[in-house]
């Protein structure tokens, strides 16, 4: 059968309505099946983000990929500030009904133009260091809306906390906890602490984003918080106002968070019947988003219909840490195709951004949808998807049915706005992307590209 002309394909995708048909009458069967990929992604997606097709050309909300791609250069991180306010303000509406605090992961994504544009819609943040910190305030994070978790946190850090009377420290271990005592004697003021509980829950998503269980070394384990939580009503320079739990991160059931929250309610029971009165309920992060088709997590509605009816009556501040359910569909990684090779049982389309920009493929297995910024008709095939790092381990995606890609070529890898740039590095000396933030028909460079003068920089 004849291909139609390049402009019905594109009237095609960009009318959801009438495409199924016309695609039927005319795409050659190849390309019906990178068609569908494209554009059955497109359609599910489109209620969850602001990436989308128009006239066969990805757009960032009102601006094609192509377009930012040519003026800030590859690899670059995109960032879609109306997804942003859109998933911050689903969780906004969903705990609307009890005093709640939203405290953004920033471990999700740290760049200040993401914080701003959230610290705009009333974020506070959940931090796990100095440097953290130091962001969520420099980009207009009250510090009374800042939680501060992590095990290993330093004199310094704890000084810097206390100086500027954040929220509230989430205390990992007892050790910790003396030292938060000590620290605020010196300082001769009284630390907010929570105790971060571990409440032995399988969260059931991969072990290296898992934290929740005993074999983990996150929280204190359930059985000792009674003994931890009297040992702080003790100390002098310690004020107890919360308890908290967070067990992992891309959680697709609800079953765990709410096995465990239950089990943190009982143990706030207890603390309650021996005169100990908690202000904060911290109920960490985790909901996970939509890397692939088949998945399917809950929504914050769906998270709030289950914690809502466990705490009714209770007279606390509701504190959500969600990090990467807010942030990780309002990113993709644009990058272009060097190179094509085959290796005779392989092919390979090499791109330029590696597993330093977007570790996650290399480190977890991830995966991450892959598509054309420009769409024309071609046929399928399968490649790995590899940067330029000199690992085997680099790559984007292996054995991925994708539309066949040119040298020269931009690829668009989605649900990237999480855990991207903010886990990268330097590793094979490669400066870091730059990184734009858009919104509508504006965009933003909020972090330049790196140079190579800035791999040295505070070399001796
Ligand atoms: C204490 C804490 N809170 C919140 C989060 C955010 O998790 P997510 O990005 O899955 O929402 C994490 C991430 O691991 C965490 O360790």
């Not at 009438?18 to 019906?32: G, M, N, S, V, Y």
């Not at 005169?275 to 904060?280: A, T």
């Not at 892959?370 to 995606?397: H, N, Q, T, W, Y």
Request: a positive charge; proline letters at 6%.
């Amino acid at each position: 059968m004849l291909a139609p002309p390049i402009w019905i394909y594109n009237f095609v995708a960009s009318t959801i309505d009438c495409q199924r048909a016309l695609k039927k009458a005319f795409i050659p069967e190849p390309e019906k099946d990178s068609f569908d990929r494209a554009f059955s992604y497109m359609v599910k997606k489109s209620s969850m983000h602001y990436f989308s097709y128009k006239h066969g050309e990805l757009y960032a909300e009102g601006i094609p990929l192509a377009e930012l791609a040519a003026k800030f250069g590859t690899p670059l991180y995109v960032y879609s500030a109306k997804t942003l306010r859109r998933h911050f303000t689903a969780y906004e509406k969903a705990f609307g009904a009890v005093p709640h605090i939203i405290c953004f992961a920033m471990k999700a994504n740290s760049n200040s133009g993401v914080l701003s544009a959230l610290a705009h819609e009333g974020s506070g943040a959940d931090i796990v260091s100095g440097g953290e910190l130091f962001r969520a305030l420099k980009a207009g994070i009250p510090a009374g809306k800042i939680v501060y978790a992590g095990v290993g946190k330093t004199e310094d850090e704890i000084k810097l906390a206390l100086k500027n009377r954040i929220l509230m420290f989430n205390v990992e271990s007892a050790d910790e906890l003396e030292e938060i005592d000590r620290v605020a004697g010196l300082m001769r003021v009284k630390a907010p602490v929570a105790l971060r509980v571990n409440p032995d829950v399988d969260p059931r998503t991969h072990p290296y984003i898992s934290t929740g269980m005993k074999k983990y070394k996150f929280g204190i384990p359930l059985k000792e918080a009674l003994p931890a939580y009297e040992a702080a009503a003790r100390m002098k320079n310690i004020n107890v106002v919360g308890i908290q739990k967070h067990i992992g991160s891309q959680l697709t059931e609800l079953e765990p968070f709410k096995d465990s929250l239950n089990r943190l309610l009982a143990l706030l029971d207890l603390l309650e019947g021996r005169g100990m009165k908690l202000k904060y309920l911290d109920i960490g992060g985790g909901l996970g988003i939509r890397y692939t088709e088949d998945e399917n997590p809950p929504a914050p509605a769906e998270l709030a219909k289950v914690v809502l009816p466990l705490i009714k009556g209770r007279d606390v501040t509701l504190i959500v840490e969600p990090g990467r359910s807010i942030v990780g569909n309002a990113g993709v990684l644009v990058t272009k195709c060097l190179y094509r090779k085959s290796s005779g049982v392989k092919d390979f389309v090499i791109v330029d951004a590696g597993m330093n920009d977007l570790v996650r493929p290399s480190l977890y297995g991830a995966h991450h949808d892959i598509l054309p910024v420009r769409k024309a008709k071609r046929p399928l095939e399968k490649v790995d998807v590899v940067g330029p790092v000199c690992e085997s381990g680099d790559f984007l995606a292996r054995d991925r049915q994708l539309p066949a890609t040119a040298r020269g070529e931009l690829l668009a890898v989605m649900s990237a706005g999480a855990y991207g740039f903010t886990m990268g590095s330097n590793y094979n000396s490669r400066p870091r992307p730059a990184e734009v933030l858009v919104d509508g028909d504006e965009c933003r460079l909020v972090r330049k590209r790196e140079t190579y003068r800035d791999l040295t920089r505070g070399e001796m």
